[in-house]
């Protein structure tokens, strides 16, 4: 089955720097990548998602790249805020409405 | 409803007694997902139900867990004798067709299950 690693697990930045979330996934029928952020105490909220057609999307401060050669996509937020601290989680699936699976999330705390 | 709703939100109950928690989808959403969030991990799937097809059952932990979906809508997880063990948060996600889905899941806010 697929397996998804996600890193780092937690990640400290400063107000107005950028963040970055790697994962990698196993399975290269995979074609779908969800990010999720999950807010304290709140179930998790899809925020971007790529498909295996396209290397890169973006939305606003947030951008997922994809590289299905080597089975790696990634998160980027740029000019961080504090309201972007939550967990973060990547997902790959073999189609938008089929079993997720997710990485172990990454916390990300951002500091004023 | 405008999202998926979970009840109830927190439940605490002894060791070794039943524990029913339930779902309810988006409206028109034929797949249904339950998931669990153990203090600080990450999501492990538990079962998937798509249509009228045999739910996915293979990450059930134990035969202590069930699920059921009546009518393609609501949904129930059942954990029988429960242990401290399953204390965990329990999230629930629908999405529209498999394979067709636009926008993937929505998932509701989880219900917190302590067993003492």
């Known amino acids: 089955g697929e397996n998804v690693e996600q890193h780092p697990s937690t990640l400290s930045v400063q107000e107005g720097d950028s963040a970055v979330i790697k994962c990698t996934y196993s399975?290269?029928?995979?074609?779908?990548f969800p990010w999720y952020k999950q807010e304290l105490g709140k179930g998790p909220q899809l925020i971007i998602d790529?498909?295996?057609?396209?290397g890169e999307k973006k939305d606003q401060r947030i951008a997922v790249t994809l590289n299905k050669t080597a089975k790696h996509f990634s998160l980027h937020i740029t000019e961080t805020q504090p309201e972007d601290s939550a967990v973060y989680f990547c997902?790959?699936?073999?189609?938008?409405?089929?079993?997720?699976?997710f990485g172990g999330g990454t916390r990300v705390l951002v500091k004023p | 409803g405008a999202g998926v709703s979970q009840s109830p939100s927190n439940k605490v109950t002894e060791k070794g007694k039943d524990v029913e928690l339930r779902c309810d989808p988006i409206?028109?959403?034929?797949?249904l997902y339950w998931y669990r969030q153990s203090l600080g991990q990450g999501l492990e799937f538990l079962i998937y139900?798509?249509?009228?097809?045999?739910?996915?059952k293979s990450g059930l932990p134990s035969d202590r867990f069930s699920a059921e979906r009546t009518g393609g809508s609501v949904s129930t997880l059942t954990i029988q004798r429960t242990q401290q063990e399953d204390s965990a948060v329990y999230l629930c996600?629908?999405?529209?067709?498999?394979?067709?889905?636009?926008?993937?899941?929505?998932f509701g806010s989880g219900t917190r299950l302590t067993v003492v």
């Open positions: 996600a629908s999405s529209p067709s498999g394979g067709r889905a636009r926008r993937g899941y929505t």
């Open positions: 399975d290269s029928a995979s074609n779908y």
């Open positions: 790529i498909r295996s057609n396209v």
């Open positions: 997902a790959a699936s073999t189609a938008a409405g089929n079993k997720l699976t």
């Open positions: 409206s028109g959403h034929t797949a």
């Open positions: 139900f798509q249509g009228n097809s045999a739910p996915d």
